[in-house]
């Protein structure tokens, strides 16, 4: 007998219009679409064209209206200050609309773009939801980055105006986020009009006069007038109107911003929200992730706030906060019903527990199973999460790109059987394909490029922000007709796709995306360094790890454990912790083949002790002794 999942598939191939027409009418639309995708609109076509709404309308005022304002919109825990909080979706309404005020008073329209640089707060959430409440464009920006890459996003975005806070708290330090912005605002070329800054009382910072707004203040005055009738309404756009700007790290040094539009996002999120995750109004979700991320942005913000659930906004760490029970102690202590996060939590969780005895401290009664994203989830991660847990842990796979889960077991439809080491299967409106380099379809099991017949579905990126013909590059031409998720790996007989890497020098450190690209032109800035590749390498705990290969000038006379040093603080400085590139292996010469390419995956093999062959067209084999020996 056919499954949930399997009827529900068929029913969107079948007639993809009428299926996400069903969809958007469990939103509040200011003009509901009449038809489901414009096939000419766009690069690949546009989603509700002749649709109107307002993202925060559906993920509060709704709410409110419905009678669920003293249902708990955001828990906030938060181990590393000490403090929990919990904020109704009517007290998150009543911020929301004093923050609008504020925007509007300092200028920001529809269609504005306004960066968000901020820790895991709820005002971070108030931030976003007051620019969706105006029609205009945010842009978070995770506090991990640094000054550099804060610059740039400015540049490319061009905010009229960024919201900040005093300081972001890591276990070991905190961060202070104001000189990072100060630093930011002067390397880039566009200057903001103003900026709002909430001022945490961890640690205060200097405000800059005529700039910098202080956050209470602005908020108190906007409280005053909202209270003798100011109205704050929410701005019908477009459905096709973009929502929000999220950078991702690409093959280049510069970042893609990732365009995400109102409508087709808020009808595929709230779709998956029951249909996946299996959650509905007034659970508790919880994505152990960060704002930053589109994890965040996607489920620990919009998803569960458009449903209708409590989503939990940790700010702490899976392990030292204070110790390996922290995720469990939350799932209890909140009622989690279902928990999202990246494998790499887990393996720091089962390094220090390893028997799973915090596990069994807590009463884990209400919560039903664990979701993980973000990179490869490997077997002995599942098992042992399995067996500690006792409930179904679910691989499933996406990007910033999709916006939301292209392949998973889905919880609300029914889950199939867990297959170990795969994601899943294909979510209603993704066709995905697995091709060889000709673009011929592989046969089942076979290796190939992973990809996604267009058009995408609703929530999946239109294009790039300024970057159109970027978009079309990068995405559609390596095969006409289909989106390629720069993801190789297989389906096999029964339709569950494995998802084996990158085929781009993209990788993936601890869940976090980032470019080798970029962090090499960070080295090659270095005065010493002739030539340099950056790539991935095997990491217990964070899944890879940066290791940067390096061929020093021949004049040059510096010491090398002191070159060392400051590549690996050159990284930090330009990109930002979240890199984590902490090794640098000095060689001769860089292995590459007779055209000039750099043998990346001989290297790879060597750093990580795999067996590998020599490849044919290598250019000089020397190079390979080379690298072994300074690999050790
Ligand atoms: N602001 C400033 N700095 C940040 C930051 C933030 N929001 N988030 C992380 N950093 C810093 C960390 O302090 C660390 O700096 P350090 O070099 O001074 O120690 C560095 O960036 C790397 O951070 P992280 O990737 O979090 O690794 P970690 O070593 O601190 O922690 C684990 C290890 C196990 C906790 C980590 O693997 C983990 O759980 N990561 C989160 C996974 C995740 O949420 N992925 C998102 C996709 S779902
Ligand atoms: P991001 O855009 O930061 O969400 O990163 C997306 C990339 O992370 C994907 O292209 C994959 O390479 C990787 N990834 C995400 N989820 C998974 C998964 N479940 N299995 C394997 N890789 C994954």
């Not at 004093?98 to 640089?117: F, M, P």
């Not at 096709?240 to 087709?264: A, C, E, F, M, Q």
Request: charged share 25%.
């Amino acid at each position: 007998m056919a499954s949930r999942y399997h009827e529900g598939y068929e029913a969107w191939r079948k007639d993809p219009a009428g299926f996400w027409m069903k969809a958007a009418e469990n939103i509040a639309w200011t003009k509901a679409p009449t038809r489901a995708l414009d096939a000419d609109a766009g690069v690949y076509g546009r989603w509700f064209p002749d649709g109107e709404c307002n993202t925060c309308f559906n993920a509060l005022d709704r709410h409110v209206e419905a009678g669920r304002g003293e249902q708990a919109a955001i828990i906030h825990d938060s181990p590393v200050t000490g403090t929990k909080r919990r904020v109704t979706y009517a007290e998150l309404l009543r911020e929301v609309k004093a923050l609008a005020a504020s925007l509007t008073d300092l200028g920001v329209e529809k269609g504005d773009r306004v960066i968000i640089y901020m820790p895991m707060i709820p005002e971070t959430i108030v931030a976003m939801l007051a620019c969706a409440r105006l029609g205009a464009i945010h842009s978070v920006v995770f506090g991990g980055f640094a000054a550099r890459e804060l610059a740039t996003r400015i540049d490319d975005a061009t905010p009229k105006l960024i919201l900040s806070a005093s300081c972001g708290i890591e276990p070991a330090r905190q961060v202070e986020y104001k000189p990072l912005l100060d630093k930011a605002i002067e390397l880039a070329a566009h200057k903001p009009r103003a900026t709002i800054v909430l001022q945490r009382p961890e640690l205060e910072c200097t405000m800059v006069e005529g700039r910098d707004h202080d956050w209470a203040a602005l908020r108190d005055k906007a409280f005053a007038e909202i209270v003798v009738g100011r109205d704050v309404p929410c701005v019908p756009v477009k459905a096709t109107d973009p929502l929000y700007i999220l950078y991702t790290s690409g093959t280049t040094g510069k970042p893609k911003g990732v365009v995400r539009d109102n409508g087709g996002h808020m009808v595929a999120l709230h779709w998956s929200m029951d249909a996946i995750f299996g959650t509905e109004a007034g659970e508790v979700f919880w994505a152990a992730s960060d704002v930053g991320w589109v994890v965040g942005h996607s489920y620990i913000v919009y998803a569960p706030l458009l449903k209708g659930c409590t989503t939990v906004l940790y700010e702490g760490k899976p392990i030292g906060t204070p110790d390996a029970g922290a995720f469990w102690r939350v799932v209890a202590e909140h009622g989690v019903k279902v928990l999202f996060t990246a494998p790499t939590a887990i393996r720091g969780i089962r390094k220090e527990d390893p028997d799973g005895a915090l596990a069994g401290q807590y009463d884990l009664s209400r919560f039903e199973a664990l979701f993980l994203a973000g990179e490869r989830a490997d077997p002995e991660t599942l098992i042992w999460a399995e067996e500690t847990l006792d409930r179904p842990v679910i691989d499933h796979w996406w990007q910033t790109e999709s916006g939301w889960p292209i392949a998973a077991n889905p919880k609300g439809l029914g889950l199939l059987p867990i297959k170990r080491g795969s994601p899943g299967v294909a979510m209603p409106g993704y066709e995905i394909h697995v091709l060889d380099e000709t673009g011929k379809e592989t046969a089942p099991a076979e290796m190939g490029a992973i990809a996604v017949k267009l058009p995408l579905p609703p929530g999946a990126l239109p294009t790039l922000w300024n970057a159109e013909d970027r978009f079309r590059d990068g995405y559609l031409t390596a095969f006409p007709g289909y989106y390629s998720t720069s993801d190789g790996g297989f389906i096999d007989e029964e339709g569950y796709l494995y998802v084996m890497g990158r085929t781009d020098d993209v990788i993936n450190v601890a869940g976090h995306r980032l470019s080798t690209g970029e962090m090499e032109e960070a080295v090659a800035a270095h005065p010493a360094v002739a030539e340099c590749a950056v790539i991935g390498m095997r990491d217990v705990m964070k899944g890879e790890l940066p290791c940067g290969f390096v061929v020093l000038k021949t004049a040059n006379g510096q010491d090398r454990a002191e070159i060392e040093r400051e590549l690996i603080a050159i990284v930090r400085d330009r990109i930002g912790p979240v890199a984590a590139f902490k090794r640098v292996v000095i060689v001769d010469k860089l292995p590459k083949t007779r055209s000039g390419k750099v043998l990346r995956r001989t290297m790879k093999a060597i750093v990580d002790h795999d067996p590998f062959d020599t490849p044919a067209t290598i250019e000089d084999a020397s190079a390979i002794d080379d690298v072994r020996r300074a690999v050790g």
